[in-house]
């Protein structure tokens, strides 16, 4: 059963950095791209960052492009994302994804399974 559970939100002040990880576990991880996504209050789902099985690719949103870090160990199976020079605009629930193979871009159009979310909440 595939699971993946979501650590490393809370609350930061503007400015500040933090970084998320996601925990997975009844699959072969190295095999397969992983993501993140936000959804914030009353927004649909975003898609933030993607990273193939072998982390040789990534992809962001040009929202977060140079302020977020997506990357993995696989020998962990745990994929992370750096966040810096938060905003309150980055305020949301983040979520892990797997996708459907290696391949990144399988993250960004249709993951296969979802973490329950983390909160991220970028507060003075």
Known sequence: QVQLVE???GLVQPGA???LSCGASGFVFS???MGWFRQAPGKEREFLAAISGRATSTYYADSVKGRFTISRDN????VYLQMSSLTPEDTA???C??????DPNT???APSSWGQGTQVTVSS
């Open 107 to 109: 993250v960004q159009v």
């Open 7 to 9: 650590s490393g939100g």
């Open 75 to 78: 020998a962990k199976n745990t």
């Open 17 to 19: 950095s933090l970084r």
């Open 97 to 102: 994804a797997a996708g459907r193979d290696g």
């Open 31 to 33: 095999r397969y791209a």
């Open 93 to 95: 629930e983040y979520y």
